[in-house]
T-cell receptor, first 116, second 115 residues
Framework: NAGVTQTPKFQVLKTGQSMTLQCAQD?????MYWYRQDPGMGLRLIYY???????DKGEVPNGYNVSRLNKREFSLRLESAAPSQTSVYFC???????????????FGPGTRLTVT | AQSVAQPEDQVNVAEGNPLTVKCTYS??????LFWYVQYPNRGLQFLLK??????LVKGSYGFEAEFNKSQTSFHLKKPSALVSDSALYFC?????????????FGKGTRLSVIA
């Protein structure tokens, strides 16, 4: 099992350019998430998909869009990149927690994005 | 609303000494609590979780955490620190009654174990 994979690992963009970050998981998880990590800010949720066919905004969704392509894949798109979007982006997945069944999230290795 | 606080940005400890990384939480109902570790240039790795039952939870790499409901705390502990434990540690929470919502993470505590 590869777990959660992310591409690319590194990316440099100019202000105004667009790009899509790809994420895939092979654990048959229902839920997937996108976070950004900035120094002193911890992890902040951008968007999540509780199940295939649904997406919801997190804490910091502005400037981003997402697509849950199928159960395995969840992509994050920056339509017009800004320097404030320079960050490390993590994708995660988890099984659905039902009733008293909690779940842990499994994280990918991250994408380090720099916007100049 | 759910929230978690990690009051220390940095914790320094000598190798072989016990370590504690603090976490307090706020939920309206009963909490699910988690600890994750992040090594440099890596994603987060799950360490342990509290669901219900015993207040002392044992996890990976010799770590354990103590749930204290009256103090709304879930501190991470290890009896004898290793240099290899140096990393960034995150506490996370979810309210049992919040349905299928994502975990809420703290801002992280950087642990430095000095040889």
């Amino acid at each position: 099992n590869a777990g959660v994979t992310q591409t690319p690992k590194f990316q440099v963009l100019k202000t105004g350019q667009s790009m899509t970050l790809q994420c895939a998981q092979d654990m048959n998880h229902n839920s997937m998430y996108w976070y950004r990590q900035d120094p002193g800010m911890g992890l902040r949720l951008i968007y999540y998909s509780a199940s295939e066919g649904t997406t919801d905004k997190g804490e910091v969704p502005n400037g981003y869009n997402v697509s849950r392509l199928n159960k395995r894949e969840f992509s994050l798109r920056l339509e017009s990149a800004a320097p404030s979007q320079t960050s490390v982006y993590f994708c995660a997945s988890s099984e659905v927690g039902i009733g008293t069944s909690p779940y842990e999230q499994y994280f990918g290795p991250g994408t380090r994005l720099t916007v100049t | 609303a759910q929230s978690v606080a990690q009051p220390e940005d940095q914790v320094n400890v000598a190798e072989g000494n016990p370590l504690t990384v603090k976490c307090t939480y706020s939920v309206s109902g009963n909490p699910y609590l988690f600890w994750y570790v992040q090594y440099p240039n890596r994603g987060l790795q799950f360490l342990l979780k509290y669901i219900t039952g015993d207040n002392l939870v044992k996890g990976s790499y010799g770590f354990e955490a103590e749930f204290n409901k009256s103090q709304t705390s879930f501190h991470l502990k290890k009896p004898s620190a290793l240099v290899s434990d140096s990393a960034l540690y995150f506490c996370a929470v979810r309210d049992l009654n919040s349905g299928n919502t994502p975990l809420v993470f703290g801002k992280g505590t950087r642990l430095s174990v000095i040889a």
